[in-house]
């Protein structure tokens, strides 16, 4: 078993940064593999990053990559999510989770937090 708390999230202006990240419970955080997504109002919920267990790969959604990055600190057991250059069009509430593989598919994951608000003001 593993939860998931996120914290970070804020109103920002557009062009500015967040950092966020996704605190995890249990011995076993560096054996999974860590997602970031985001669900905007009347919205379904979409990929925004993914990290392996060891941090080695990475990936991103055409729509963050350049601007978001993805890491891992296992030794604190925590995920972050640097987010560059917002737009409003990043404005969502953002969710981490935790699965056994990397991947763009909300279902490959199996535990999830209760998500933060990110709000990009124009």
């Known amino acids: 078993q593993v939860q998931l708390v996120e914290s970070g999230g804020g109103l920002v202006q557009a062009g500015g940064s967040l950092r966020l990240s996704c605190a995890a419970s249990?011995?076993?955080?560096?054996?999974?593999?860590m997602g970031w997504f985001r669900q905007a109002p009347g919205k379904e919920r979409e990929f925004v990053a993914a990290?392996?267990?060891?941090?080695?790969?990475?990936y991103y959604a055409d729509s963050v990559k350049g601007r978001f990055t993805i890491s891992r600190d296992n030794a604190k057991n925590t995920v972050y999510l640097q987010m560059n250059s917002l737009k409003p069009e990043d404005t969502a509430v953002y969710y981490c989770a935790a699965g056994a593989h990397a991947s763009w598919y909300l279902d490959e994951y199996n535990y999830w937090g209760q998500g933060t608000q990110v709000t990009v003001s124009s």
């Open positions: 249990g011995r076993t955080f560096s054996s999974y593999a």
């Open positions: 990290i392996n267990w060891s941090g080695g790969n990475t």
